[in-house]
């Protein structure tokens, strides 16, 4: 089963960019769909970004409203997320996941595997 790594969460200020990076080993991430949830203290995990096999079609969340940009590099076996114009609602564990059409869904019960996660806090 691949393994996920995150790194590059941190603290930012409102307004701020911050880029997340999550790279795959043991299997090579162009056989998977992959994306990024996210989750708060209290609340469920909710996915901000999604991709397809070949990263021809990307999904976000509604509350993303073109802020943050998924993009994958099978080459490397690394998947992106650039977060610009960060809310303090943008605050969370960010998750890097790989699936199938359970993760371009946005189905956090139907994901092959799961990263442990990077802080990101934006400050006010």
């Known amino acids: 089963q691949v393994r996920l790594v995150e790194s590059g969460g941190g603290l930012v200020q409102a307004g701020g960019s911050l880029r997340v990076s999550c790279v795959g080993s043991?299997?090579?991430?162009?056989?998977?769909?992959m994306g990024w949830f996210r989750q708060s203290p209290g609340k469920e995990r909710t996915l901000v970004a999604a991709i397809n096999w070949g990263g021809t079609r990307t999904y976000y969340g509604d509350f993303v409203k073109g802020r943050f940009t998924i993009s994958r590099d099978d080459a490397k076996n690394t998947v992106y997320l650039q977060m610009n114009g960060l809310k303090p609602e943008d605050t969370a564990r960010y998750y890097c996941?790989?699936?199938?059409?359970?993760?371009?869904?946005?189905?956090?019960?139907?994901?092959?595997?799961w990263g442990k996660g990077t802080l990101v806090t934006v400050s006010s």
């Open positions: 996941v790989a699936g199938g059409v359970g993760v371009l869904n946005g189905n956090p019960y139907d994901i092959d595997a």
């Open positions: 043991e299997r090579t991430l162009s056989t998977y769909a």
